[in-house]
């Protein structure tokens, strides 16, 4: 068996963080998003993996390298034209073959792992599983219609969903898949959906088993679930203490975990947590209180005096100064630069 990895999205919905580095990168409790599908497929036996990137996507390669870190050897395959899930699956065909394979989505976390869909493939004899999850909004979602334990439908975004259980992200295929996306027409928003293939597997009479979980999971698509994301991956990793790398250096602080610290970073005189990632090279001096934020490398917070929450802070940012408020929120791009109270320049 084989897996398949998609990050050749744009990620418009994580701007600017993805302006300047592939959303599959993010790092959520100081991993990126990638390095996290990449182990759920070790976890079930997955070695061979192909991952679908953007040929603009060249920083994906240098850091996942050969694999090899992971104990897997990887396959990159270009997704010129942002044409949909199913799109991206036809062009690894080639890689892909003749194998079952599991496809996930680049920017999508698991908590539970993908032996259920393993499970359901042996058990059913199926010719493919999905990963079903229920939730809220199931308008927001490709929904899935199950009778007497057998799915029977799947639908994109439906306007009257016919069920709460949503397809998030997760497949197990085998070879019929490609003859049913090679039948598929762009839909409205043009792309070839993935659930349209599906839902083709289904009318052609092939048995397409499904796996429900309960587990948390996150497509890590905007700024508000990243941050949800990153809240329950420190919980699991760290439940209420708090992680420091290497030569860092942390004086007269308070912390709250679970807070998690990088490498060669200098913390003095602040507040930390609860949920707060830091990534390596931050430096933080004299701030009251941080809580429910990430902090990408090397960035800078300085003399911040009142409480900064629900934040992300890019690459190399820095914020600075007194506030009269209570508290803010900053969503801060790489390299970018905030001081408070404003200084007034002097006029030429």
């Given at each position: 068996?084989?897996?398949?990895?998609?990050?050749?999205?744009?990620?418009?919905?994580?701007?600017?963080?993805?302006?300047?580095?592939?959303?599959?990168?993010?790092?959520?409790?100081?991993?990126?998003?990638?390095?996290?599908?990449?182990?759920?497929?070790?976890?079930?036996?997955v070695?061979?993996?192909?991952?679908?990137?953007?040929?603009?996507?060249?920083?994906?390669?240098?850091?996942?390298?050969?694999?090899?870190?992971?104990?897997?050897a990887?396959?990159?395959?270009?997704q010129?034209?942002?044409?949909?899930?199913?799109?991206?699956?036809?062009?690894?065909?080639?890689?892909?073959?003749?194998?079952p394979?599991?496809?996930?989505?680049?920017?999508?976390?698991?908590?539970?792992?993908?032996?259920?869909?393993?499970?359901?493939?042996?058990?059913?004899n199926?010719?493919?599983?999905?990963?079903l999850?229920?939730?809220?909004?199931?308008?927001?979602?490709?929904?899935?219609?199950?009778?007497?334990?057998?799915?029977?439908?799947?639908?994109?975004?439906?306007?009257?969903?016919?069920s709460?259980?949503?397809?998030?992200?997760?497949?197990?295929?085998?070879k019929?898949?490609f003859?049913?996306?090679?039948?598929?027409?762009?839909?409205?928003?043009g792309?070839?959906?993935?659930?349209?293939?599906?839902?083709?597997?289904?009318?052609?009479?092939?048995?397409?088993?499904?796996?429900?979980t309960?587990?948390?999971?996150?497509?890590?698509?905007?700024i508000d679930?990243?941050?949800?994301?990153n809240?329950?991956?420190l919980?699991?990793?760290?439940?209420v203490?708090?992680?420091?790398?290497?030569?860092?250096?942390v004086?007269?602080?308070?912390?709250?975990?679970?807070?998690?610290?990088?490498?060669?970073?200098?913390?003095?005189?602040?507040?930390?947590?609860?949920?707060?990632?830091?990534q390596?090279?931050?430096h933080?001096?004299?701030c009251?209180?941080?809580?429910?934020?990430?902090?990408?490398?090397?960035?800078?917070?300085q003399?911040?005096?009142?409480?900064?929450?629900?934040?992300?802070?890019?690459?190399s940012?820095?914020?600075?100064?007194?506030?009269?408020?209570?508290?803010?929120?900053?969503i801060?791009?790489?390299?970018?630069?905030i001081?408070?109270?404003?200084?007034?320049?002097?006029?030429?």
């Amino acid at each position: 068996m084989k897996g398949l990895i998609l990050c050749a999205g744009r990620g418009t919905r994580l701007h600017p963080f993805s302006y300047s580095q592939p959303k599959t990168l993010l790092p959520v409790a100081n991993h990126p998003v990638l390095h996290y599908c990449i182990r759920k497929l070790r976890e079930v036996g997955v070695h061979d993996i192909g991952i679908v990137i953007h040929p603009s996507q060249v920083q994906i390669p240098p850091l996942v390298g050969d694999g090899s870190q992971f104990g897997a050897a990887i396959t990159f395959i270009e997704q010129e034209e942002p044409l949909g899930i199913a799109h991206a699956v036809q062009l690894a065909q080639p890689f892909l073959q003749d194998e079952p394979f599991i496809l996930l989505l680049g920017d999508n976390l698991l908590m539970d792992s993908l032996h259920g869909l393993k499970r359901a493939f042996s058990k059913e004899n199926s010719d493919g599983v999905v990963m079903l999850s229920e939730v809220e909004r199931p308008q927001d979602y490709g929904i899935a219609e199950v009778q007497e334990g057998r799915l029977v439908s799947v639908e994109e975004k439906p306007r009257q969903p016919k069920s709460n259980l949503a397809v998030i992200g997760a497949y197990l295929f085998t070879k019929p898949i490609f003859e049913s996306i090679a039948t598929l027409q762009p839909s409205s928003r043009g792309e070839y959906e993935i659930t349209d293939a599906i839902q083709s597997l289904i009318n052609r009479g092939f048995h397409v088993a499904h796996a429900v979980t309960s587990g948390k999971y996150s497509d890590v698509g905007t700024i508000d679930r990243w941050l949800e994301a990153n809240r329950w991956m420190l919980t699991r990793d760290l439940g209420v203490t708090h992680q420091v790398g290497d030569e860092t250096s942390v004086v007269n602080c308070d912390i709250v975990g679970p807070v998690l610290i990088g490498k060669g970073c200098k913390i003095e005189n602040c507040r930390l947590g609860p949920y707060v990632s830091i990534q390596d090279g931050v430096h933080l001096k004299n701030c009251t209180h941080i809580e429910n934020s990430i902090l990408l490398e090397n960035s800078l917070l300085q003399d911040v005096t009142w409480k900064v929450t629900d934040s992300v802070f890019g690459r190399s940012s820095h914020l600075e100064g007194h506030s009269t408020d209570n508290s803010g929120v900053f969503i801060l791009s790489d390299k970018s630069s905030i001081r408070i109270p404003a200084v007034k320049r002097e006029e030429p």
